[in-house]
T-cell receptor, first 112, second 114 residues
């Protein structure tokens, strides 16, 4: 079971780059890494996913080192509206023993 | 598409009562997930289905919890009998076979058991 660990909270100023790291030392071979954003009273929203190396989309980048024991979500230039809780999700959907496991979440606070 | 639909949005019930939560996934999605979120335990996967078949129910807390997916457009999560410790927000999510890790979450059902 891939246990995940994230910082509880982070603070940033608007316009800065924010990097949030998730530790998943027991990640299995078939496991994927996915990041979600959650606002109060809403369900989580998909941001990005990856298996290894670097993935980039229009809102974020995901860096995964060769050993895959951690991953870093990078938000390039945050704004006030990026204030939310960010979760990493590790696991696979091939029906093997590896179960989808959410991290504890990182509460990001963006200020002016 | 309207997204994942959950009902009810809020449910307050007394201990010992049966509770049924409902979910309508996005049309065409093959995977359906049920999660529970609490302050103490965070987000927990309870069970997920692929093509209406339960694949992993190892997260279901105990026999009081059961989930069904009779067809591709409907799923239920039932708690019988309910207990105060079941109070939480229950989320349903769905994803497609092509992007199975990109889950779309519903708005959740906030359950309070008194």
């Amino acid at each position: 079971l891939a246990k995940t660990t994230q910082p509880i909270s982070m603070d940033s100023y608007e316009g800065q780059e924010v990097n949030i790291t998730c530790s998943h030392n027991n990640i299995a071979t078939n496991d994927y890494i996915t990041w979600y954003q959650q606002f109060p009273s809403q369900g989580p929203r998909f941001i990005i996913q990856g298996y290894k190396t670097k993935v980039t989309n229009e809102v974020a980048s995901l860096f995964i080192p060769a050993d895959r024991k951690s991953s870093t979500l990078s938000l390039p230039r945050v704004s006030l509206s990026d204030t939310a809780v960010y979760y990493c999700l590790v696991g696979d959907l091939t029906g093997t023993a590896s179960k989808l496991t959410f991290g504890t979440g990182t509460r990001l606070q963006v200020t002016l | 598409d309207a997204g994942v639909i959950q009902s009810p949005r809020h449910e307050v019930t007394e201990m010992g009562q049966e509770v049924t939560l409902r979910c309508k996934p996005i049309s065409g999605h093959d995977y359906l997930f049920w999660y529970r979120q609490t302050m103490m335990r965070g987000l927990e996967l309870l069970i997920y289905f692929n093509n209406n078949v339960p694949i992993d129910d190892s997260g279901m807390p105990e026999d009081r919890f059961s989930a069904k997916m009779p067809n591709a457009s409907f799923s239920t999560l039932k708690i019988q009998p309910s207990e105060p410790r079941d109070s939480a927000v229950y989320f349903c999510a769905s994803s497609s076979i092509a992007d199975k890790y990109e889950q779309y979450f519903g708005p959740g059902t906030r359950l309070t058991v008194t």
